[in-house]
């Protein structure tokens, strides 16, 4: 078991930015929560990663696609190699060929070995054995990942999963069934190496396994993404983390959604904790910072009233098997006033990541209705989109968006579609599409 020492382990703190004034009746209250963890060892040796309780299954798609060009498996076997060399002394480690079976490639018999000088130069060697040939069913390889990551007393559990083709050798409805009997057990990055892969797909296992998603066009920069993977897996400190919301009675919870550093929708994830209380998961933390908009729907009151609305609370399991440990809290509040200024003004934060959930939105739209022929559709969307990168300051998405449309006026969302498009810029694009910027405090 790990040494959950002060030093080792994550600080959290909570801060809640929100326009707490309502007008007479009004009942919508929206905030962002700000949960900050340090000391979490990111920078440092510290960690379960350093305690030997952390563990990493690696994934590689060996389907016949990745000999296609033959950079790809080359290029897969460097990456695991460079993302080996990456673990921390004392963390529990295998890797995993994946085709329409999943294979033990190292250190096999259904365990994990354990990360030293001689384990990594063994499984350094087992790559040798990574060769392309038969289908893609990923549901199979995250159902072994899960046993055997479940093979040992871990605190941190995480998978990195690498594809280049589409899910062809299971069924959508098998690999849903292997994502929901993996959530929670395990957190996963996935990358898409090449073009030939499904975006809805690898962004859609990431979103379930709370990890990252994104592309990776070219195969050479395979060992460098890996390797920066690594090195973020190695600097979680506490695991299982939860966004706990209680309400008072008479409060409705509208939507729970992380905003930053990227999108994604929590609602339909909350487990039950107690009268009036829900978890939501966040998965592991290191040293980081991310933002949460939670929304919630008031009773309404007379003027001069103020409540409650809400109180948000950062929730993990205690490493001695105690009840979770409470880690951080904020408060939520509802104030009624006639004041029209006070009333109508719209926070800075809530107002950032209201416009930046549009932009992930209008993103994909624009590209669905590109690919379904709707041309009009696409250029009123991804004019849109152009429009909210500008005015947010998300040069990062306003570069990538300008790759698939030519922009007239960036200010009104003027743009025109460009006849051709790479098909690596539309799919970068579409994954990438999530990624927020911070408001600027």
Sequence with gaps: MANFSKSTVPQFSVDVYQNEFLPEGGRDVSAIVTVTSTGGGTSGLSGPAADGAAGVVIMVDCSGSMDYPATKMRGAREATAAAVDTLRDGTSFAIVAGTHTAREIYPGQGRLAVADARTRAEARESLRRLSAGG??????????????LSSADLT?????LLTDGRNEHESPEE?????????????????????????????????????????VADPAALAGDFTSMMEHAMGKGVADVALRLWTPVGVEIAFVKQVAPTVG?????????????????????????????????????AVGREMLAARVSLIAPDPLGGDPRTLSQGLVRAVWTDDLAMSTSINPQVAHYTGQAELADVIQQGLDARKSGDHDGATAKLGRAVQLAAASGNADTAKLLSKVVDVVDAATGTVRLKAKVAEADEMTLETRSTKTVRVKR
Excluded: M, N
Aim: net charge negative; proline share 3%; hydrophobic share 35%.
């Design 175 to 215: 690999l849903r069934a292997a994502l929901d009997a993996c959530a929670g057990r395990f957190t996963c990055d996935a990358r898409g190496v090449g073009t030939d892969w499904e975006v809805k797909e690898v962004t859609g296992i990431a979103s379930a396994l709370l990890g990252t998603a994104d592309i």
């Design 265 to 301: 929708d929590l609602s339909g994830r909350r487990t039950e904790a107690g009268p009036r209380a829900g978890d939501y998961p966040t998965g592991s933390w290191g040293d980081e910072s991310r933002d949460y908009h939670v929304s919630v729907r008031v009773p309404q009151a």
């Design 135 to 148: 289908g893609t069913a990923i549901g199979t390889w995250l159902r072994l990942a899960d046993r055997l």
């Design 156 to 160: 941190i559990r995480h998978g990195i």
